[in-house]
């Protein structure tokens, strides 16, 4: 299987993760039920789901007011995104699209 699809269906299913945590987080904190931890949420973001979790934060209105998810999820996706094009333009490895 080609390296791009495999990176590609990885980002796509950690970002739905982090997108659902966010909705689960909002529903149980609605019920006062147990909570996802904010640990969980960020381990999500960092290992590639942070596009996922910021449009759950703002899809759910959830986390908005917390400093730490409104600038730290952003940064997170902003270092992702820095270090894929990194990765695909001055890696030692080289990356064939096609």
Same mark, same amino acid.
């Given at each position: 299987m080609n390296v791009l699809v495999t990176l590609g269906v990885y980002l796509l299913l950690v970002n739905a993760i982090g997108f659902c945590l966010?909705?689960?987080d909002k529903w149980k904190a609605r019920r006062g039920a147990f909570r996802v931890p904010e640990n969980t949420l960020f381990i999500i973001a960092l290992i590639g789901g942070s596009l996922g979790? +910021? *449009?759950g934060m703002y899809t759910f209105r959830h986390k908005t007011r917390h400093w730490y998810f409104v600038y730290g999820m952003p940064a997170i996706? +902003? *270092?992702e995104a820095a270090l894929l094009a990194w990765l695909y333009f001055f890696s030692p490895f080289h990356?064939?699209?096609m």
């Open positions: 966010m909705g689960i979790c +910021i *449009i996706l +902003i *270092i990356i064939k699209i």
